[in-house]
């Protein structure tokens, strides 16, 4: 492979462009991997694509179809390297080489095992140049649910809690709406579009009876119409299966699956009959057993992000286990009071014990402050 030196200017601006287009793929190419691609010849873009939706064509297939014949001799762009497995649709390197493509340049090396070198290797078989790791740090923060699903068998796990500013999520009684403005609960709905499923805990449920969906009128982005009709997998924890058969949830378009620990039969067909998709789960303490959730969800769902939106007592329990890779935390300029309830429910006594946070970003949303937080684990 070619040496990171070697790139010019014009290779991360084209490479830039190619990273462009795979974020238009954002919110929609759940189970597969955000991606675009570039063909230039010649010191000309001839052709431009990105991966929309799992069985429509990959970027390599679009940028080709847009280039036709002037494909031949051009070099290709691609923030991912390109499949040499057959899936749902050909290997996207066999594309380029029967293109005539004469060099390609990846972003990054595909984490997937059934690709993981071969396709860069298919190419350099058939006289291709290749290199791969221009702008790979951008490449990689495109795809952080699907890269995390590759190398460790797990998604990657947001918690999304609102909050005031002395840390309080909803007063004592249970009222909590609304603590943020709407800026930043459209923000929200770009997270929930963005993620393979939302969990949640059977508490927040009864409580509120949330739908969990994504929202049309509440997601402002041009594509808002197309994206809703890709509902994410709604998830609830109810170990006890608790779940009322006329709870809002299960009338949304879209599905919603209960995790449970329960054998209780009757229960269960009752929620089926009502809609609902029932999974059951090893237990922890009588609880269903986060980590054998996320495995199962990765294995069977493919999911590749996921964000929780629940109650303190589970936000705490991912944090406590160390499943959650980030917190989107959106934080209103108001006090709700010490009697109020809190962020996380983490029963820690000793300094020792405290959680550290790595603050990844932070912006204002109308009057609300929002911070993205890395939980520091171990030795990391």
Sequence with gaps: MALGTQWSDA?????????????????????????????????RIVGEGYHLRAGEGHAEVNALAQAGENAKGATAYVTLEPCSHFGRTPPCAVGLIDAGVIKVIAAMVDPNPQVAGRGLEMLRAQGIETSAGLLETEAKALNPGFIKRMETGLP????????????????????????????????VQKLRAQSSAIVTGIESILLDDSSLTVREAELDLPNASDIVKQQPLRVVLDSSLRMPVDAKILKQPGRTLIATCSDDRLKKEKLESGGAHIIVLPSEEERVSLRALLKWLADEEQCNELLVETGATLAGEFIKQGLADEIQLYMAMKLLGSDARPVFTLPLSKMSEQVELRQIDSCMLGRDLKLVLQPVYGDK
């Design 156 to 187: 990657q796990v947001r918690i999304k809690m609102a909050s005031s500013l002395d840390g309080r999520t909803a007063m004592a009684s249970g009222e909590s709406q609304w603590i943020t403005g709407p800026d930043a609960r459209g923000d």
């Design 11 to 43: 290779d991360r601006g084209y490479m830039s462009r190619a990273l462009q287009l795979a974020a238009k793929g954002l919110y929609t190419t759940h189970p597969n991997p955000r991606v675009g691609c570039v063909l230039v010849k010649e010191g």
